[in-house]
Nanobody
Framework: QVQLVESGGGLVQPGGSLRLSCAASRNILSFYNVGWYRQGPGNVRELVAVFTESGGTTYGDSVKGRFTISRDNAKNMVYLQMNSLKPEDTAVYYC????????WGQGTQVTVSS
């Protein structure tokens, strides 16, 4: 069983920054892929940024150059630094980890609004 707990969401003005954190209940190096997805109002859940099995990173086209995924293996933490936030970044952000199946956190709300 894997537990993922997100934190760091909130309300931020356009152009601002937020840092999301995901705490995993086991060694994140054991996951095939681990990272962030989001679901905005009326939208399907989409990839934001993930660490892949090969050790690389993949970013969604809409966040490239603005968001950065990082991790602390010793703490079993995955982070998402979000800069230059736009209203269209408003969504619930989920941490996901793939093992024998996909595990999801409960999500954290990010609202970008003036």
């Amino acid at each position: 069983q894997v537990q993922l707990v997100e934190s760091g969401g909130g309300l931020v003005q356009p152009g601002g920054s937020l840092r999301l954190s995901c705490a995993a209940s086991r060694n994140i190096l054991s996951f095939y892929n681990v990272g962030w997805y989001r679901q905005g109002p009326g939208n399907v859940r989409e990839l934001v940024a993930v660490f892949t099995e090969s050790g690389g990173t993949t970013y969604g086209d809409s966040v490239k150059g603005r968001f950065t995924i990082s991790r602390d293996n010793a703490k079993n933490m995955v982070y998402l630094q979000m800069n230059s936030l736009k209203p269209e970044d408003t969504a619930v952000y989920y941490c996901r980890a793939d093992l024998l199946r996909a595990y999801w956190g409960q999500g954290t709300q990010v609202t970008v609004s003036s």
